[in-house]
């Protein structure tokens, strides 16, 4: 092999490996790619706040509309274990989609005709979304709007719990000094 070839290989090697370190340089790193883009607010605003839903939930669901109170109840029960919906990082709340193992960040969107929904970006009514049915701060009705969602996992009661211990402080007498 002739010194021009040698040269005109490394050379080509050379700006080969440089085409190269320019392509994973402008790859973004995992962390980049990760990162959720900023959430585009909906176009009407829910009349209910991210603010007014975060807090700890007890959950139950129903399929008859005569089970709410019943529901109700029994979502009451298990503040021991409560469903904990917390803030997003773009103002929105996180909460489970239907068949989603993965907490998402969803938007409280409004809509036209006056009804209020909670789900991913998009239009309101979507068929992620889960309407808000009734919410008077102490427990939240939401019914997905997927028929075939709904079919199987009902309209499901959000039931406020206490703040963290005071259900259990309120349960026990006060306790008395040692040694008295």
Not at 116 to 135: E, L, M, T
Not at 157 to 180: H, I, L, N, S, T
Request: aromatic share 6%.
């Amino acid at each position: 092999m002739s010194a021009s070839y040698r040269r005109l290989a490394f050379g080509l090697a050379a700006a080969g490996a440089l085409a190269l370190s320019a392509c994973s340089a402008n790859t973004p790193t995992p962390q980049e790619a990760a990162a959720p883009p900023p959430m585009e607010q909906p176009a009407i605003p829910s009349k209910y706040r991210p603010e007014d839903v975060v807090g700890r939930w007890g959950y139950g669901a129903y399929h008859r509309d005569q089970d709410l109170a019943r529901t109700a109840a029994a979502a009451r029960q298990q503040c021991g274990q409560p469903v904990e919906i917390t803030r997003g990082p773009n103002g929105g709340v996180m909460m489970y989609l239907a068949d989603s193992a993965q907490l998402q960040e969803l938007q409280l969107k409004g809509s036209q005709n006056g009804a209020n929904y909670i789900g991913p970006p998009g239009p309101p009514g979507g068929a992620q979304d889960r309407q808000i049915v009734s919410f008077d701060g102490r427990t939240m009705v939401l019914k997905w709007i997927d028929p075939e969602v709904a079919g199987r996992y009902g309209t499901g009661v959000y039931v406020r719990c206490a703040p963290e211990g005071a259900a259990r402080a309120a349960g026990r007498p006060p306790m008395k000094p040692v040694g008295q």
